[in-house]
Nanobody
Framework: QVQLVESGGGLVQAGDSLRLSCAAS????????LGWFRQAPGKEREFAGG????????RYAGFAKGRFTISRDDDKNTVYLQINSLKPEDTAVYYC???????????????WGQGTQVTVSS
């Protein structure tokens, strides 16, 4: 199975931008759909967006539209999450996950990374 490692988080100020990366090893990367989730302190984990196998389509949560951009580079076995105009409420641990095409509808992913912390100061 594919293994996932997130990177790119850190402490930033409101209005800054970040690009998070999720590097994969094992499996056949191009065959997986990939999702990004976030979990803020004291709140449940929520779906931010996902991208289908070979980048066939992209889906975003309502809060992510306009500021979050998901892309993938199958030659580098990496999926990215670009976040622009960061807000304090974006503070969370961000996770990537791999699954089937159906995962983008059910939000049930069975392969997860360990997460990367994003902290946005006001």
């Amino acid at each position: 199975q594919v293994q996932l490692v997130e990177s790119g988080g850190g402490l930033v100020q409101a209005g800054d931008s970040l690009r998070l990366s999720c590097a994969a090893s094992g499996g056949t990367f191009s065959n997986y759909a990939l999702g990004w989730f976030r979990q803020a302190p004291g709140k449940e984990r929520e779906f931010a967006g996902g991208i289908g196998a070979r980048g066939r389509y992209i889906r975003y949560a309502g809060f992510a539209k306009g500021r979050f951009t998901i892309s993938r580079d199958d030659d580098k076995n990496t999926v990215y999450l670009q976040i622009n105009s960061l807000k304090p409420e974006d503070t969370a641990v961000y996770y990537c996950a791999a699954g089937s095409e159906a995962s983008l509808t059910t939000y049930r992913f069975v392969i997860w990374g360990q997460g990367t912390q994003v902290t946005v100061s006001s």
